[in-house]
T-cell receptor, first 107, second 112 residues
Framework: GQNIDQPTEMTATEGAIVQINCTYQTSGFNGLFWYQQHAGEAPTFLSY????GLEEKGRFSSFLSRSKGYSYLLLKELQMKDSASYLC????????FGAGTTVTVRA | GAGVSQSPRYKVTKRGQDVALRCDPISGHVSLYWYRQALGQGPEFLTYFNYEAQQDKSGLPNDRFSAERPEGSISTLTIQRTEQRDSAMYRC??????????FGEGSRLTVL
């Protein structure tokens, strides 16, 4: 399988910014997804990067560098509802998931 | 349907029994995936289909696990002679050509 590494946990304050890094080793992939998963719920789509660079969508941005085997998800203006697990997903033919980063937003 | 539907949502069974988990994907979605998710972990790939063809089953843990999608729509994941270690959340997802996955609510399997 693919080696996908992301931090296990991160904590931040409401209104702050948090950056979740994801590094991977793969022989090839079409793109990289980020998914959000609240406790006890199904993962939901956040972003998709095919080309290198930054994709911005409201408070969330995602970056990809294929040459560096690196992606990050940037969460701005954190809200309490952003407390969740964030999953880095390689779009290889079987869609390989990282273990997820649990983000806790504190008041 | 409007979303991915999985049944049963919860299944409690005794060790040694067979179980069948069903997934009804979003209408028109070509690809269907099965994942297993342990608490605090990301989804672990089991198998996937394009239409009715099983493209990869390398993630199935052993030969007690099998999956089918005979008409290219509904899929069934079958676990024979269940063991306690099979207890997990089993998630199904379907995707359109863009690759974005849409997940069902999952089937929570508990083997006693």
């Amino acid at each position: 399988g693919q080696n996908i590494d992301q931090p296990t946990e991160m904590t931040a304050t409401e209104g702050a910014i948090v950056q979740i890094n994801c590094t991977y080793q793969t022989s090839g992939f079409n793109g990289l997804f980020w998914y959000q998963q609240h406790a006890g719920e199904a993962p939901t789509f956040l972003s998709y990067n095919v080309l290198d660079g930054l994709e911005e969508k409201g408070r969330f941005s995602s970056f990809l560098s294929r040459s560096k085997g690196y992606s990050y998800l940037l969460l701005k203006e954190l809200q309490m509802k952003d407390s969740a697990s964030y999953l880095c997903v390689l779009n290889d033919y079987k869609l390989s998931f990282g273990a997820g980063t649990t983000v806790t937003v504190r008041a | 349907g409007a979303g991915v539907s999985q049944s049963p949502r919860y299944k409690v069974t005794k060790r040694g029994q067979d179980v069948a988990l069903r997934c009804d994907p979003i209408s028109g979605h070509v690809s269907l995936y099965w994942y297993r998710q342990a608490l605090g972990q990301g989804p672990e790939f089991l198998t996937y289909f394009n239409y009715e063809a099983q493209q990869d089953k390398s993630g199935l843990p052993n030969d007690r696990f099998s999956a089918e999608r005979p008409e290219g729509s509904i899929s069934t994941l079958t676990i024979q002679r269940t063991e306690q270690r099979d207890s997990a959340m089993y998630r199904c997802a379907s995707s359109s050509l863009t690759g974005e996955l849409f997940f069902g609510e999952g089937s929570r399997l508990t083997v006693l």
